[in-house]
């Protein structure tokens, strides 16, 4: 088994056969993988695919109307196993918190239906608190905050088993710029720190090249693989977003996206 | 932020609700009971001066005699008063409400999971809607016999239908994004059950437990004619106009409405406290 490599993505094909989209090719040959504790973004048009990709790699079950070809592997694993194994945390486009819940309990969710001892959950809670300066809210219910601060609970709690790959599916697409950015500095020290790898899905060109070591630029329906751009930046990304080099990748991305649209 | 919250708290206390609202609420108190007192005097004036015979419209003099004659003088040993009887009645729509909540939550539980039970069970849920319990009940009465069962039977039967499709249709509508996450953490059904299913019909089932106030009771008086159940105050409301005994008619007919508000305001209390305290189901 190849360790170096978190996600191997290789020839996938998906396929909707619906009633109104018939044969509807969403994903076509798809191929390219993440290495171990690197940040990796995919970018492409809206409507693409890229929700749809994100939830095979996450091993959520499909619709029957879903057919696919071709394979997904998280560190030599399928999908489903290694969300079993509690490699996968997810933090999806709505932070999806439980409003009855506090945000201390919404932390602790995961962690009490897999089964941790109740001292246990509670010392890992008050550490993530903690570390996510979150322990001033912990008795908030998710409606009390804002929409940042929920996504953040939300992080906190895909945190909280502690896997090694974080999945986020345009998890900022709500927030201001200025939310956004302070965010996207959270998920780098999270990223530098808890030495994770992450796979962030977006259709934000200054995002992605502001968080990423290697943006893939996927393509219109049916969606390829249309480019990878390997961003050569050194973080924090905050000092050299003014340089000539980080607007390159801007335009350069933004162009290989205005041709894989057409 | 925990300072301002204090802060606000304080403000609130400061703030004289709690004798205001007293005094509001007699205030509102003495106007109903001014209209309640000058509506029975216009009514008594009225079929007074139009000398109206007891059997068409009695009297609120009338009507107060029937009560102090079965409330306040002792009856022979035995006797059942209206209100007792009223009770009976109470307790079997209770129990046909339970019983319609916890089988209803179960069968829309079911077929919400499994579409072919779902395409099976529907039709004959449907068809409990479209007969009405009395025609139904002699039908029923003639299998299952005149008793007790049949009728705590025709209630659910009445009422069991709006629960059915009220937690089916919460369920259908269950947000992607929570069923989702939840199947990330556990793909077990007994996690699902516990963390997301369960809380979120809370509102639902609070909801449909107002509208099945009325409903059951309705249902547990409306049983009681073609059955051969002793007590209960349809049966007694029944015979009592077959005797021509109107007062008792109109005051058992009071009886059982202000009941049945009381137990409408009582689930409508616990509702508004449990969504407020618990915030289940609010996505
Ligand atoms: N269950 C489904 N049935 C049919 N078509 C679907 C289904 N889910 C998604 N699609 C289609 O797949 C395409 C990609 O959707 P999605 O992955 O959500 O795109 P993105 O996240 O990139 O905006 C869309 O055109 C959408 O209509
Ligand atoms: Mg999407």
Not at chain 2, 162 to 176: A, G, H, M, Q
Request: charged share 20%.
């Amino acid at each position: 088994m190849d360790n170096s490599k978190a996600i191997t993505v290789e020839n996938f094909n998906v396929l909707f056969n619906g009633d109104r989209t018939k044969h509807l090719h969403v994903l076509e040959n798809i191929s390219f993988d993440v290495k171990n504790s690197s940040f990796v973004s995919i970018i492409g048009p809206s409507g693409c695919g890229k929700s749809t990709l994100f939830r095979l790699i996450s091993g959520l079950p499909t619709k029957d109307s879903c057919e696919i070809g071709g394979k997904i592997r998280i560190y030599g694993r399928k999908p489903e196993t290694a969300s079993k194994n509690r490699d996968l945390g997810l933090i999806l486009q709505k932070p999806t918190l439980l409003e009855w819940r506090t945000v201390a309990e919404n932390i602790e969710l995961p962690l009490e239906i897999m089964g941790y001892q109740k001292e246990k959950r509670g010392k890992i809670v008050t550490k993530l608190l903690n570390s996510m300066d979150l322990t001033p809210y912990s008795h908030y219910r998710p409606s009390e905050l804002s929409g940042g601060m929920q996504q953040k609970v939300s992080i906190g709690r895909a945190l909280a088993y502690n896997p090694k790959l974080l999945l986020m599916d345009e998890p900022f697409a709500a927030l201001d710029e200025v939310n956004r950015r302070r965010m996207n500095n959270e998920i780098i020290n999270i990223w530098k720190e808890m030495n994770k790898t992450i796979l962030f899905v977006t259709h934000n060109i200054q995002e992605a090249v502001y968080l990423s070591q290697k943006v893939i630029v996927l393509s219109k329906k049916p969606s390829t693989v249309y480019k990878t751009v390997e961003i050569d930046l050194k973080y924090p990304r905050n000092e050299v977003e003014g340089c000539s080099k980080y607007f390159k990748y801007i335009k350069e991305i933004r162009e290989y996206l205005n041709e894989a649209s057409n | 932020m925990n300072a301002l919250r204090k802060e606000k708290n304080k403000e609130r206390e400061k703030r004289p609700t709690r004798s205001f609202f007293l005094n509001k609420s007699i205030k509102k108190i003495l106007i109903y009971l001014f209209l309640l007192i000058t509506l029975l005097t216009i009514w008594q004036i009225l079929l007074e001066y139009f000398d109206i015979p007891k059997r068409i419209a009695p009297k609120p003099s009338d009507l107060f005699n029937f009560i102090t004659k079965e409330f306040f003088i002792p009856h022979s040993q035995g006797y059942q008063n209206i209100l007792v009887k009223s009770l009976f009645s109470l307790r079997d729509a209770l129990l046909g409400f339970l019983i319609s909540l916890i089988l209803g939550s179960l069968i829309g539980i079911v077929i919400f999971k499994n579409t072919y039970i779902y395409s099976i069970l529907f039709p004959f849920l449907f068809l409990t809607q479209l007969i009405p319990v009395p025609a139904l009940a002699p039908i029923v009465a003639t299998l299952l016999g005149y008793g007790f069962f049949t009728k705590i039977f025709l209630i659910v039967l009445f009422c069991i239908f709006s629960v059915v499709v009220s937690v089916r249709n919460t369920l259908i509508n269950l947000p992607e994004n929570y069923t989702l996450l939840l199947h990330s953490y556990s793909p077990s059904r007994k996690e699902f059950l516990k963390y997301l299913l369960l809380p979120s019909l809370v509102p639902t089932l609070l909801s449909t437990m107002k509208l099945l106030c009325s409903g059951s009771i309705v249902a547990s008086i409306i049983t009681e004619l073609p059955l051969s159940v002793k007590t209960g105050i349809g049966k007694d409301i029944y015979n009592s106009f077959n005797n021509q005994i109107i007062p008792r008619v109109w005051v058992s007919t009071m009886l059982i409405s202000i009941i049945s508000l009381l137990f409408f305001i009582c689930i409508s209390k616990f509702e508004k406290y449990i969504n407020k305290k618990y915030r289940y189901g609010q996505f």
